[in-house]
T-cell receptor
Framework: RKEVEQDPGPFNVPEGATVAFNCTYS??????FFWYRQDCRKEPKLLMS???SGNEDGRFTAQLNRASQYISLLIRDSKLSDSATYLC???????????FGRGTSLIVHP | GAVVSQHPSRVICKSGTSVKIECRSL??????MFWYRQFPKQSLMLMAT?????????EQGVEKDKFLINHASLTLSTLTVTSAHPEDSSFYIC????????????FGDGTRLSIL
């Protein structure tokens, strides 16, 4: 099993839709989790950290399920500009060494 | 927020050339930086962990003699691709963070390397 797994997609959704991605991780000792956004041929940019109690930033909601070892990202009211690849990042247990998922591609169409 | 600068952004050179890429943390001290490589339509792959004042830690399958990493100060790490060949053409990105487990990585802009 890979350390961090994501469905590569693509997820094709219309503007205004709600879409959710999951990311599973294998190391139960992992403590830190993040969602990044990467546009084509660009560097990843931090979207949000994922906290144990779940957290929300505008249209974006991140949640952590430790029992099932996954994190999720929910995007409400999708915009065309949300089209990108969404990467989940998990720090190896007890460290700050990042492991990336392969990313989930989102395409929002008019 | 934390800023990481990477230079150059684009390199095109002949096979056999060695290429140096710089990664600087501009507003914080980074005892650890990370180097990644990303091929088209593939995930970001961690190549090595660059430790200030000591040897880098390379991921399995990454040749340390091919990809030389130097982290001589708290704000600068360099990656040198020695005797580059076309198969080394890729997008190379660095990241840095405060060396605390709950702090996110901040990325440089990336370097697109093309070996002819």
């Amino acid at each position: 099993r890979k350390e961090v797994e994501q469905d590569p997609g693509p997820f094709n959704v219309p503007e205004g839709a709600t879409v959710a991605f999951n990311c599973t991780y294998s190391n139960s000792a992992s403590q830190s989790f993040f969602w990044y956004r990467q546009d084509c041929r660009k560097e990843p940019k931090l979207l949000m950290s994922v906290y144990s109690s779940g957290n929300e930033d505008g249209r974006f909601t991140a949640q952590l399920n430790r029992a099932s070892q996954y994190i999720s990202l929910l995007i409400r009211d999708s915009k065309l500009s949300d089209s990108a690849t969404y990467l989940c990042v998990v720090y190896r247990g007890g460290s700050y060494i990042p492991t990336f998922g392969r990313g989930t591609s989102l395409i929002v169409h008019p | 927020g934390a800023v990481v600068s990477q230079h150059p952004s684009r390199v095109i050179c002949k096979s056999g050339t060695s290429v140096k890429i710089e990664c600087r943390s501009l507003d914080f001290q980074a005892t650890t930086m990370f180097w990644y490589r990303q091929f088209p339509k593939q995930s970001l792959m961690l190549m090595a962990t660059s430790n200030e004042g000591s040897k880098a830690t390379y991921e399995q399958g990454v040749e340390k003699d091919k990809f030389l990493i130097n982290h001589a100060s708290l704000t600068l790490s360099t990656l040198t691709v020695t005797s580059a060949h076309p198969e080394d053409s890729s997008f190379y990105i660095c990241s840095a963070s405060l060396a605390v487990s709950n702090q996110p990585q901040h990325f440089g802009d990336g370097t697109r390397l093309s070996i002819l």
